[in-house]
């Protein structure tokens, strides 16, 4: 079993930045993709970028394509989510979630994701 622990959250103007973390803890923790996801008040959880186990490839959604980055210190079991020129439309609950050992083409798909944190609040106001 998989244990996530996401912080990172806050308030934020338009334009600035902040940085997730989901720290994962439990047996093979280090064998399992990373996934990140939000869900805004009255809309369905949407992925936002995943990093694979293995080959450390990455994903992302198109909406937070070239402001976000994901990154994963394996050393530490953590995977960090850089997020720059932040928008009010990224004002959400964000949650990691893990999978076995890749993201692949379905990385979205939050079905396929084994384990969830808690969710970490970002709020980006105008």
């Known amino acids: 079993e998989v244990q996530l622990q996401a912080s990172g959250g806050g308030l934020v103007q338009a334009g600035g930045s902040l940085r997730l973390s989901c720290a994962a803890s439990g047996s093979r923790s280090d064998e399992y993709a990373i996934g990140w996801f939000r869900q805004a008040p009255g809309k369905e959880r949407e992925g936002v970028s995943c990093?694979?186990?293995?080959?450390?490839?990455?994903y992302y959604a198109e909406s937070v394509e070239g402001r976000f980055t994901i990154s994963r210190d394996s050393a530490k079991s953590v995977v960090y989510l850089q997020m720059n020129s932040l928008k009010p439309e990224d004002t959400a609950v964000y949650y990691c979630?893990?999978?076995?050992?890749?993201?692949?083409?379905?990385?979205?798909?939050?079905?396929?994701?084994?384990?969830w944190g808690q969710g970490t609040q970002v709020t980006v106001s105008s």
């Open positions: 979630g893990a999978r076995e050992f890749y993201c692949t083409d379905s990385w979205s798909w939050k079905y396929e994701y084994d384990y």
């Open positions: 990093i694979s186990s293995r080959d450390v490839s990455t």
